[in-house]
């Protein structure tokens, strides 16, 4: 799972041998009814075609809906949306490694295992489905941060503040965080949290419960990261203080095990560890002036 | 205010931009999408943002310029009013995001930086890298958030609007939607309702639009008694990347920096294309136009891909329509300096590296100009009358567009980094409309409308939807009556139009509706039914794919993306001085003639099953016409006489054929 991400440019070609791929290959997809309910794999035969990514392969098996055996089932469902790589809704884990369906590309999988691909939902966000899992607690946690600039209104009052080039070459890769939760999944302090609505308990009060659930749990380094963002715009710095109140409360920055995993998967090679690093810095100073202020 | 509430369906920079300005006004609104609204499609918007600025006013660039150049690139289509208005807009909504903490790229001073874009002279786009997109919806969705932590907004996401509720009066008071997680369908009484789902793609199957592209919303507001407006107008990109899942647009950069689009002599040659020699490769945009080579404007481009595949059947591969963008022949250092971002996409996605391999692409459905027809107050000099209710409002009172699912802004063709400024725009401006609704309600408040109303609604929803559930074991699967129905689309409603086809589509788009009526579901259950809710979306796809069709079928002549070869207007032959004078002259007539004709939106309402068809005039009061005659044979002769033409006739009066004036109004009001 913290095996660095295939994504990063490293020059290999892989599918300029198309002639030796097979006819049909395998996939294997964990299937979860409901949330809270069992799990079980079925597996599926897929025709093979040129070009193809998981999420066809999910389409293709949407199609036929039958299963390898030929039995009849339901579609498997999964969350997608840009198919680009930068909505990130449909990050799975696949063939072990988590990642975004969209850029896992067929051909690159089955070189890596020519015996069939195997199909999982992320392990640290509740299932709703089969691949669809509840992600609600990542921008949750975004809330809590406060990941956003106080501006005065929405009225006109002229240009931001002015930005060095080398300022904003530090801001634009922290801000290409697609929320798509791979952080987050490999992170060995990120546990899950599920809450399960209970008889007698109407929607809003389960909602109510996840929540505060959420808020004790550890916010993950894509928050972090947020959080040092926004700290280090000219207006955002403004309310630093209150991010930073954030950071060292519980399931803050603390929390971190420096295991590192976070940085090695991210699929937009942010500098998360980095992030985490300066926050840290950034806490203790901030834990040090407040003690002298009182 | 407290009783009052907004629905905005779409979370996109349109629907964030109206969410947030409503939220700072006080006003209470749900804001309902298919995804998180984070992962809404505006994030793949990759090139950026244009305005006038300081550097390009320094040349001689105004708001007037931009605004020029816009209709000038859409080829006169659209209402002048809100064009004007949205360049005017234009350099303060970049001011504003740039307050919002957008990571613009930055000159050495300090300052946003800008790149030049097609259909101007001028450096106008503010850009954040390659991702200006994800870049302004973040910090769009940032904002919402912030008034999310506040309780001033909260958020429907996984929900698919099912359509507005509209009393007897024929006003919407709310909508109803159904959760995509628990299928539970409820309805959202509301004073106002913003539809602002974006473009329709997903009914050609595959495009470079994302998968919530279905049209649905429209198409769901359409079939209730929502006009559809210039639906033939679809942009399409000349090179995308075909993948099976999806068309992924490739730079035309590509070609800006050498490289060359060729096809094997030889229909579907399986040799690896290496190994092809020079004189067994058809470089078609060479041959075809020595001038410009490879980059000849888009449209063309786009037209002779198509042609190239689709219609001399010489696509590089037999069961797909492709052609070679070839970078082989360069220096892969000069490519890694210019061009590596572009590269790596293609990389990625298809697992071979451009450097070594010709790259496969082909022209790709990439955005709707058309979309549901909306109302504007036009300002005595010209512009919006801001805070009017009127603006953006569909047919239907209470119902507003704004974004890519309106049909204002662009005209018949849409100028690259256009479309952020409009989708934003016109969220602002309906929001301080909105806001001046709530103040009035001439109808009423939908929170004083008898519960029977919602009650009805709901249960005509919750009918509708068992009904498909359980409805007898068809035989028909609808993800490959989607796949047939893209296809059709495709060949008969994209870059080369004839009448003969497009009659052919509309049987066969009938016929495919018809047999949608019988399918087959391979998930009944209650949970997460992402079968049923593509079913849904499937069958709503087909009024909006019979407007496209009808609109293209009825518009006998050519104009920005609609291009019919029948009726393309011939350039000036060879001959006397006096010959071509009286050539020019003749085709002068004729522009004016087909101007007098068809210079007019085309209006859908869909009657009996189908959509029935109608003009409107355009407001082209402070912009007159001109002929767009790039690359056409005697261009020269024919400018002549236009220009002759323009200078013998009258001033136009500033009052054009506008819904109404008023009296000026204050700026700014919005950002």
């Known amino acids: 799972m913290n095996a660095p991400s295939a994504n990063a440019s490293n020059g290999h070609s892989v599918s300029a041998s198309k002639s030796d791929h097979p006819e049909f290959f395998q996939v294997r997809v964990l299937r979860q009814d409901q949330p809270g309910g069992d799990c079980y794999w079925q597996r599926y035969r897929v025709r093979y075609e040129s070009d193809m990514n998981v999420i066809s392969v999910l389409q293709r098996i949407a199609a036929q809906g039958v299963t390898m055996d030929g039995r009849a089932v339901a579609p498997v469902a999964w969350d997608c949306n840009c198919l680009e790589e930068i909505c990130g809704a449909c990050t799975m884990v696949i063939n072990g490694r988590v990642r975004q369906a969209c850029s896992a590309l067929v051909d690159r999988l089955l070189a890596d295992n020519p015996q069939e691909i195997e199909l999982r939902p992320m392990t640290k966000f509740p299932v709703v489905r089969d691949l669809v899992v509840d992600r609600s607690r990542l921008f949750r946690a975004l809330q809590r941060v406060r990941a956003w600039i106080d501006v005065d209104g929405y009225q006109d009052q002229g240009a931001g503040p002015r930005v060095s080039r080398e300022d904003q070459e530090q801001a634009y890769p922290l801000s290409q965080c697609m929320s798509c939760g791979c952080c987050l999944e490999a992170c060995p302090q990120y546990t899950k949290i599920e809450v399960l609505q209970q008889a007698g308990e109407s929607a809003a009060e389960a909602q109510a419960r996840t929540e505060a659930a959420y808020d004790h749990g550890f916010m993950g380094a894509h928050a972090i990261s947020q959080a040092v963002l926004f700290n280090t715009h000219p207006t955002g710095q403004m309310a630093a203080s209150q991010r930073l109140e954030q950071l060292t409360a ?36 901030w834990a040090w002036k407040k003690w002298f202020d009182r | ?319 797909r329509q492709c052609v070679y963008l070839d970078l082989t022949h360069i220096d892969r250092h000069e490519l890694d300096r210019k061009i590596a971002g572009i590269l790596e996409i293609y990389e990625k996605f298809q697992g071979v590296d451009p450097r070594d391999v010709p790259m496969k692409i082909f022209p790709a459905v990439h955005y709707s100009m058309g979309g549901m027809w909306v109302d504007y107050q036009r300002s005595a000099d010209g512009g919006l009358v801001l805070n009017s209710p009127t603006n953006h409002v569909t047919n239907i009172p209470g119902l507003y567009a704004i974004g890519e699912c309106d049909y204002q802004y662009h005209g018949a063709n849409r100028l690259g980094a256009n479309s952020l400024v409009s989708c934003i725009v016109s969220g602002l401006v309906v929001g301080t409309g909105v806001e001046t609704l709530l103040k009035g309600l001439p109808h009423g408040a939908a929170a004083d409308q008898p519960a029977a109303l919602f009650a009805t609604a709901l249960s005509q929803h919750e009918h509708m939807h068992h009904q498909l559930l359980n409805r007898p074991n068809g035989r028909e699967n609808p993800y490959l009556l989607h796949q047939q129905l893209g296809e059709i689309m495709t060949k008969a409603a994209t870059v080369v139009r004839t009448n003969d086809v497009l009659d052919q589509a509309y049987g066969q788009v009938s016929e495919l509706a018809e047999r949608a009526r019988h399918c ?152």
């Open chain 2, 520 to 671: 087959s579901l391979s998930d009944t259950g209650q949970w997460t039914n992402q079968n049923v809710v593509f079913t849904k979306a499937l069958l709503d796809m087909f009024p909006l794919a019979k407007a496209i069709l009808k609109g293209a079928r009825m518009r006998d002549e050519c104009r920005g993306a609609h291009f019919k070869p029948d009726f393309a207007p011939e350039g000036i032959s060879e001959g006397s001085p006096t010959e071509r004078r009286q050539q020019a002259e003749a085709w002068c007539d004729r522009f004016e003639e087909g101007n007098r004709r068809w210079l007019k939106t085309t209006v859908a309402d869909w009657r009996d099953h189908e959509p029935a068809i109608s003009y409107e005039d355009v407001d082209v009061g402070l912009i007159p016409p001109r002929p767009r005659l790039y690359g056409l044979v005697g261009a020269e002769v024919i400018e002549d006489v236009w220009r002759e033409r323009s200078a013998r006739r009258p001033a136009q009066s500033s009052q054009g054929s506008a819904q109404g004036a008023s009296k000026p109004q204050p700026k700014p009001v919005g950002a």
């Open chain 2, 1 to 319: 205010m407290s009783k009052q509430r907004v629905v905005v369906v779409g979370g996109g920079l349109a629907g964030l931009a109206a969410a947030m300005k409503l939220a700072e006004s006080q006003v209470q609104v749900d804001l309902m999408s298919l995804t998180p609204v984070k992962r809404s499609h505006s994030v793949c918007a990759q090139g950026g943002i244009n305005s006038v600025n300081e550097q390009t006013r320094q040349l001689g660039d105004s708001e007037w310029k931009h605004f020029d150049d816009t209709v000038y690139g859409g080829d006169f289509l659209q209402h002048q009013p809100l064009v004007k208005e949205m360049t005017e807009w234009a350099p303060r909504i970049i001011d504003l995001l740039d307050r919002l903490g957008v990571t613009f790229n930055r000159t050495p001073e300090g300052y946003l930086d800008r790149r030049r874009f097609g259909g101007t002279l001028f450096k106008r786009t503010a850009f954040a890298g390659a991702t200006t997109g994800q870049q302004l919806l973040y910090a769009l969705d940032e904002q919402v958030r912030r008034w999310e932590s506040e309780g001033r907004i909260q958020k429907y996401e996984f929900w698919d609007f099912l359509g507005p509720v509209i009393d007897d009066r024929g006003i919407c008071r709310g909508c109803a939607a159904q959760h995509l997680l628990t299928m539970e369908i409820r309805v959202f009484p509301a004073d106002a309702v913003i539809i602002a789902t974006g473009g329709c793609g997903l009914i050609y199957g595959r495009s470079t639009m994302s998968m919530a592209c279905t049209g649905s919303a429209a198409s769901r507001c359409f079939q209730v008694g929502a006009k559809y407006a210039n639906p033939e107008f679809i942009q399409v990109h000349p090179t995308a990347v075909p993948g099976a899942d999806k068309l992924r647009l490739m730079s035309e950069s590509a070609r800006g920096e050498g490289g060359r689009v060729w096809v094997p002599r030889r229909p579907h040659d399986p040799r690896d294309p290496l190994q092809i020699p020079e004189d067994e490769r058809y470089y078609f945009l060479e041959e075809r136009y020595p001038k410009y080579g490879n980059l000849v404007p888009r449209d063309i481009a786009t037209r002779e891909i198509f042609n190239v595949c689709v219609r001399e059947g010489l696509s590089v591969e037999p069961d």
């Open chain 1, 250 to 285: 519980e399931g803050g920055i603390q929390v971190c095990g420096n295991a590192q995993n976070c940085v090695a998967v991210c699929p937009k090679q942010i500098p998360l560890t980095t992030s985490i690093a300066r926050a840290g810095r950034a806490v203790t100073v």
